[in-house]
T-cell receptor, first 114, second 116 residues
Framework: AQTVTQSQPEMSVQEAETVTLSCTYD???????LFWYKQPPSRQMILVIRQEAYKQQNATENRFSVNFQKAAKSFSLKISDSQLGDTAMYFC???????????FGKGITLSVRP | DTAVSQTPKYLVTQMGNDKSIKCEQNLGHDTMYWYKQDSKKFLKIMFS???????INETVPNRFSPKSPDKAHLNLHINSLELGDSAVYFC???????????????FGEGSRLTVL
């Protein structure tokens, strides 16, 4: 069974600074997909970034980038130039691709301070 | 246009009642889901349907019965509600590509169910 672990329950960062959110996962699959989803106080789940395991290049979306270490089964999210609107819960998620099950970590609450 | 819409967004009811949550997606996706987010914000898949067929059922009590009349709709009916059913229920959809699920889910806004 696949598991996703987010060991930090919460983090805080000053506006305009950089923060890194950690995630590890466990799987025996060789190909899979990893995600970071954001859930602001409005409750809507929003996809932040996606990484395909067979791609060695780390995914980047504007201020958001990942550090994907396949051998270590680590998938961290870096948020550069943090903005107040980044305040939210962030969930790391995994899917093997062969089925539709997306497994989430417990999430981390990120607060951006003005 | 809302891509994935759920109704109602809030539901307060008494223990023992039966309630339904409806979900519709206008993205043309072939796969729909129900996820439950508990009071600790933990998200867990309940059901997944592909083209109206149930493909994932994650040991959910029989009191929960999903129904997909067509691939754009997935409803959730809950019988004999219990206090522990209080949660936010999210509907989501995605598009499989050649039988492969890339996992990019589009979520509805969630339906907060409170059982008293």
């Amino acid at each position: 069974a696949q598991t996703v672990t987010q060991s930090q329950p919460e983090m805080s960062v000053q506006e305009a600074e950089t923060v890194t959110l950690s995630c590890t996962y466990d799987t025996s699959e060789s190909n899979y997909y990893l995600f970071w989803y954001k859930q602001p106080p409005s409750r809507q789940m929003i996809l932040v970034i996606r990484q395909e395991a067979y791609k060695q290049q780390n995914a980047t979306e504007n201020r958001f980038s990942v550090n994907f270490q396949k051998a270590a089964k680590s998938f961290s999210l870096k948020i550069s130039d943090s903005q107040l609107g980044d305040t939210a819960m962030y969930f790391c998620a995994f899917t093997p691709g062969a089925n539709s099950k997306l497994t989430f970590g417990k999430g981390i609450t990120l607060s951006v301070r003005p | 246009d809302t891509a994935v819409s759920q109704t109602p967004k809030y539901l307060v009811t008494q223990m023992g009642n039966d309630k339904s949550i409806k979900c519709e997606q206008n993205l043309g996706h072939d796969t729909m889901y129900w996820y439950k987010q508990d009071s600790k914000k933990f998200l867990k898949i309940m059901f997944s349907y592909n083209n109206k067929e149930l493909i994932i059922n994650e040991t959910v009590p029989n009191r929960f019965s999903p129904k997909s009349p067509d691939k754009a709709h997935l409803n959730l009916h809950i019988n004999s509600l219990e206090l522990g059913d209080s949660a936010v229920y999210f509907c989501a959809s995605s598009q499989a590509q050649g039988g492969w699920y890339t996992g990019e889910l589009f979520f509805g806004e969630g339906s907060r169910l409170t059982v008293l």
